[in-house]
């Protein structure tokens, strides 16, 4: 290993708010932070580079993104997923998750039904409510424990004339699978049939396990192509979420000019001069990093899933396809709502993303992030041992 994710790095005292905002959301900061999905590793350092060679310019005025900076992120596109971008269809947003907004807002129209698949990253609801939309749910299915799929029959059941858009999530958080090019093809077809136009959340999509394939859902087909704007993002990838930089691929141009002029409208167009340089240089030279970053994601999630099973096996888990989030599922316990919350923070003291943030499907459930230190996860797995055993 060339890098050092096994070093514990001080989080606390550098306003990180997976470390310090525990108190909003658990009522105290004594906890181990096993939540909010960023990693406490520190970046590629080809990207820390980039970033120091601009500190050191000292000159930090608004910046202007230039052709190359989109190149760079379709050639990614190209050499990791083999999906072929154009430079014209492709823009900037800050995140993910306001960029969904913005979509909601300039596509749909107040009223107008979105569906999404829960249990799911619980942002989807509120960018949907918050902008007056309905949200649809369309639950995955548990076929087997703990593996979920798509329940097809039930979607074209709550497709009416009022739903707009499907907010895939691709990879799913929190369920971990890396949707398989047929799974996502029925989608598509049933979708675009029904003239519901699909949103892909490909955030998650470079962290991906061994015998996993992600398939970008808007590279499918032309059908695939003209019905679908994915999102996806250097952030998870590299640990830079902070720095707010994503990429957002539209059908065409002119769809791409409705987003660019409503992001402007709200001066929010622009990168910081940060987050533009650690993006070019996380796209063209942070690859060896996300190499190595990967086998030690999954070497973590193997050794979580290991001492479970020899420890504490009444507590069960699937290993993720992809993301570094597992899904922890406590159900046979029989603990009601609260109880199970409450042993785990106020008995294990550990922060995990509660289930049922995700949609009522997560009831018993924890979601848990792995990208931490070795000795982080062997601690929880102590704590929850002692509590759960
Ligand atoms: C599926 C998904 N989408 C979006 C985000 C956040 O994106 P951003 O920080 O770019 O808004 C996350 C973060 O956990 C996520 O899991």
Known sequence: MNYEFDKVIDRKEHHSAKWREMDKKFGTNDLIPMWIADMDFKTAPEITEAMREKLEHGIFGYVNRSDEYYEIACNWLKKRHSWEVSTKN????????????????????????????????????????????????????????????????????????????????????????????????????????????????EIHSDLIFKENKHMPFASLGKEFEENTITCFAPTKTFNIAGLYSSFIVFPNSKDRDIFEEALGRIDLKRNNPFSLVATMAAYEKGEPWLKELLVYLEENIDYLIGYIKENIPKIKVRKPEGTYLAWLDFRDYDLSKGELERKIIEEAKIAFDDGLWFGEEGEGFQRINVACPRVMIEEVLKRLESVFK
Not at 159 to 180: A, E, M, Q, S, T
Request: aromatic content about 10%.
């Open 90 to 201: 492709i823009t900037y947003s800050p995140g993910v998750v306001p960029a969904l907004s913005i979509i909601i807002q300039e596509f749909t129209k107040p009223g107008d039904k979105i569906i999404i698949q829960s249990p799911v990253y619980y942002p989807f609801y509120n960018v949907i409510e918050e902008n007056n939309r309905e949200v649809v749910l369309n639950p995955l299915k548990e076929t087997e424990r703990g593996y979920y799929e798509m329940n097809y029959e039930d979607l074209i059941s709550k497709i009416d004339d009022d739903v707009k858009f499907l907010i895939l999530c691709n990879p799913h958080n929190p369920v971990g699978r890396v949707w398989k090019k047929e799974e996502l093809e029925k989608l598509g077809k049933i979708c675009f049939e029904k003239g519901v136009k699909v949103i892909s959340d």
